[in-house]
C-alpha cells in the first residue's frame, strides 16, 4: 500500500507544472550523494546535475522499489548562486530528453530534498541529450546541456 501512495504521489507531482520548492522532508534521509554527471554556471547560477538508476534513488530516500515504475533513472539537479554559494530552491524546472533514437521525452522537474527531480526511461542504452530549461526566483530564463551515456539496459 506504501508503495502504491508513493508512486501515486510522484504521478500527481509530475503532472502539475507549478513554482515549485526545493525542500527538505525530514521524513527521508539521503544516504548516498552520486557523482556529479554535469555542473555549469549560467548568467551567475552554478547548475549541478546527477544522474542514477531508480534503484539507487529509491535505496538512498529509504525506500523499496515499486515493481510498476518503468522509468529506470532519476536525474536531479540544484542551482547555487555562483557568487555566495547560496542554495536557489525556488523556481520552475523543465528538462528535456533525446533518446539515442532521436524520440525525446519532456518532463516538470519537482522539487525535493534542496534539488528538482525527476524521473526517465533510459533503457536502451546510448548517448542522451538532456536539456534544461530552468526559470528561478530572479525570472531570468536560464538553459544547461549536456550529453549522458548509459551502457545497456538498466
Not at 555566495?84 to 521525452?105: C, F, I, M
Request: charged share 25%; hydrophobic share 40%; glycine share 10%.
Amino acid at each position: 500500500m506504501k508503495k502504491l501512495i508513493a508512486v501515486s504521489a510522484v504521478i500527481l507531482a509530475l503532472s502539475s507544472p507549478i513554482v515549485v520548492f526545493a525542500t527538505d522532508h525530514s521524513g527521508h534521509t539521503m544516504e548516498h550523494k552520486p557523482a556529479s554527471a554535469h555542473e555549469e554556471v549560467v548568467d551567475g547560477v552554478k547548475a549541478t546535475f546527477n544522474v542514477q538508476t531508480m534503484a539507487d534513488a529509491m535505496k538512498a530516500m529509504g525506500m523499496d522499489m515499486p515493481n510498476d515504475v518503468k522509468e529506470t533513472h532519476h536525474i536531479s539537479v540544484t542551482f547555487k548562486d555562483a557568487g555566495s554559494g547560496k542554495a536557489l530552491t525556488e523556481g520552475t524546472v523543465t528538462v528535456k530528453v533525446q533518446n539515442p533514437d532521436k524520440t525525446a521525452q519532456t518532463k516538470e522537474f519537482v522539487g525535493m530534498h534542496g534539488h528538482f527531480g525527476a524521473d526517465f526511461d533510459f533503457s536502451k542504452g546510448g548517448k542522451y541529450g538532456i536539456m534544461c530549461k530552468f526559470q528561478l526566483k530572479d525570472g531570468k530564463i536560464r538553459q544547461a546541456k549536456f550529453w549522458y551515456d548509459v551502457k545497456g539496459t538498466k
